[in-house]
């Protein structure tokens, strides 16, 4: 059961609420589980076989500029959607949106427009981030969740996109729903150049522009992320491994989740790196209970702090 264990902290704000999923959700426990990093790095990486993402990353140049910063910007939203107070959630939602707008431009490949905000562009990122941190949860931590608390991780997921502007009638509510999913975009995906390029880069990250942390981080990582993704991504993306490197990685990768178990561990693992995302898991591990002991959804959350709901959603706030 994940929840706030851990002492108050003064310094750290107190949450407003529980967010949109609350203790004992499978949402808190898998996001907040040291195998979400790894499955951070998978989501990244295959998500590149979208020519119109790969589009975006190369023309923005943002993880080559400064990729520790941007993959914490990420992954600290994403977990802030997961486990921060409703506030929290939307005002990281809105300040994502407007970085995404700056994102517009020409697919190479198709020669037809792509932008960061497009709700297919949204879905296949929010659907690879919810499926690859749940995959690596299962092979490298606890593993499967029970029936009941898988269907209830996936009707979270179908929450939490609202945040984004997928298109409420898009996102996949099962298991069996999300392989429908990728089975349906599997056409379109493909490689080239600049998502070999990207894809190599978010593996096994340069010393030089990635620091030292980063650069040991992604290397150590590696090894289990192409573990979990299908043969046919590996070939395609110039990455496969040996089966017997599949298989020696798992054990490995089980003893050093097994350590960082503790709120403790986690963010020592996190401090250094990826301080946005250190920072919001100290928020959620010590900051204590919140003002109001209850759940709310993207819709109250922006009524009560007048926000807006992205554009192509479907969402629609109330009031």
């Not at 919001?280 to 007048?306: C, N």
Request: proline share 8%; charged share 20%; with cysteine.
């Amino acid at each position: 059961m994940a929840s706030r264990t851990a002492p108050v902290r003064a310094a750290l704000p107190r949450p407003e609420d529980n967010g949109f999923f609350g203790p004992g959700s499978p949402t808190w426990k898998v996001w907040t589980s040291p195998t979400a990093l790894i499955g951070f790095q998978r989501s990244v990486v295959l998500e590149h076989f979208d020519p119109f993402l790969t589009a975006a990353v190369a023309d923005m140049r943002g993880i080559y500029r400064d990729p520790a910063g941007r993959l914490d910007r990420t992954l600290a939203y994403f977990l802030a959607v997961a486990v921060a107070d409703g506030r929290t959630a939307i005002e990281a939602s809105e300040f994502l949106m407007k970085v995404h707008a700056q994102a517009t431009g020409i697919e190479p490949i198709s020669g037809r427009r792509y932008s960061a905000n497009n709700p297919a562009a949204q879905l296949w990122i929010h659907v690879t981030g919810w499926h690859s941190v749940l995959k690596c949860y299962e092979r490298y931590g606890p593993g499967p969740l029970p029936a009941e608390e898988e269907a209830r991780y996936w009707a979270e997921s179908a929450v939490a996109a609202e945040l984004q502007t997928c298109k409420a009638a898009d996102v996949p509510r099962s298991r069996e729903q999300v392989r429908e999913y990728f089975a349906a975009v599997r056409p379109r995906l493909c490689s080239s150049e600049r998502a070999h390029e990207a894809m190599h880069y978010l593996l096994r990250t340069p010393r030089a522009q990635g620091k030292a942390r980063l650069w040991a981080v992604s290397r150590l990582m590696a090894p289990a992320t192409i573990a979990t993704l299908p043969k046919w991504m590996r070939r395609l993306g110039g990455f496969d491994q040996p089966v017997v490197l599949d298989a020696a990685i798992r054990p490995a990768a089980l003893a050093a989740v097994r350590a960082a178990r503790s709120p403790r561990a986690k963010l020592a693992v996190l401090a250094g790196t990826l301080p946005a995302t250190h920072r919001a898991l100290r928020q959620h591990l010590l900051a204590g209970s919140p003002e109001r002991e209850e759940t709310t959804t993207p819709a109250l959350a922006r009524q009560r702090h007048q926000q807006p709901a992205p554009r192509g959603s479907g969402a629609v706030a109330s009031g």
